[in-house]
């Protein structure tokens, strides 16, 4: 008995990296998983079918189903098709996992609009397009359902040269708050993650060659199998840091603040100076 028997998963841009590592795990815990990838380079251009394919392969291999996907999670119509192939091959989605990204960094000052555009596209509007067929689907089908989206420190507490995929993802932890909000009634859970990992995105950076050896993907996708079961029925709007072993909560935090009591509750700007600090404790 799997921990996910008869449950449908749809994981976006899973042939490689972490998206890799949750299909093949959701896969073993019983669900069927429709692996989506575009097939193209860490900068998002190309595309093809082998890193699909392979993992479609590995999943058979080891005893489980799955089926491939090759669309862009960027546009509406492609989002739309991912729902098609998941119903087409299984019949129903019980879980989507928005995980596929791309990077292109650069300061500020060097950020043109193509690198800004191109990393909002896949990772804000491709959280969009994939979700919104997906949890009509899950209305539709009056059965609840599991959405779990794909966060970044980079976003909720900032990276230097990353203002297009820092905004990206802060924007995809508050879309997945709002939507687990207007899932609430029907079942829907909506929860994000916010992983750390070594793969083809994350090799060239600092320190890369000690990630490698502590931060292995393996150990992003068994938050993803709780998530997507009934363990977590009762875990909504959450967003989860999880790499090298540990797993902890990220938070958006309203401090206690202070409230003026006169003048109307009109401050003066040398006052909030002034109480600058009790504002901020
Ligand atoms: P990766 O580059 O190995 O995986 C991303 C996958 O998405 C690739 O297989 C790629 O082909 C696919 N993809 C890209 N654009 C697509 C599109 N338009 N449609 C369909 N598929 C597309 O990178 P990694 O590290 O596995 O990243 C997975 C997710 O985790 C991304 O959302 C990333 O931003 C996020 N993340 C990763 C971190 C890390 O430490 N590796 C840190 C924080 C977040």
């Not at 060239?204 to 998530?227: S, W, Y």
Request: with cysteine; aromatic share 4%.
């Amino acid at each position: 008995m799997g921990l996910l028997d008869g449950k449908v998963a749809i994981v976006t841009g899973s042939g490689g990296g972490i998206g890799r590592e949750h299909a093949l795990a959701l896969a073993a815990e019983g669900a069927s998983v429709l692996v989506n990838d575009l097939g193209g380079a860490r900068d998002g251009t190309g595309e093809g079918t082998a890193m699909a394919d392979q993992v479609v392969e590995e999943i058979r291999a080891a005893g489980g189903e799955a089926a491939p996907s090759y669309d862009n999670v960027a546009t509406v119509e492609g989002g739309e098709a991912i729902l098609k192939g998941a119903l087409d091959a299984f019949g129903k989605v019980d879980v989507l996992v928005n995980n596929a990204g791309i990077l292109r960094d650069k300061t500020l000052a060097k950020m043109d609009e193509g690198l800004w555009d191109a990393v909002i596209a896949v990772h804000l509007k491709g959280t969009y397009c994939c979700t919104r067929p997906v949890f009509n689907h899950m209305k539709e089908r009056g059965e609840g359902g599991s959405i779990i989206n794909t966060s970044s420190t980079s976003g909720l507490e900032g990276n230097f040269g990353q203002s297009n995929y820092g905004a990206a993802k802060a924007g995809i932890a508050g879309f997945t708050r709002c939507v687990a909000l207007e899932g609430q009634k029907a079942g829907i859970r909506c929860n994000a993650i916010a992983p750390v990992a070594f793969t083809r995105m994350t090799e060239d950076l600092m320190g890369a060659p000690t990630m490698k050896e502590t931060m292995d993907p393996k150990l992003i996708a068994p938050l993803i199998v709780f998530l997507a079961s009934d363990l977590s029925k009762d875990v909504t709007q959450t967003t989860f840091f999880v790499g090298g072993g540990k797993i902890s909560e990220m938070r958006m935090v309203r401090t206690e603040g202070v409230t003026k009591s006169d003048e109307g509750g009109l401050w003066t700007p040398e006052e909030i100076a002034a109480r600058l600090p009790e504002i901020l404790a």
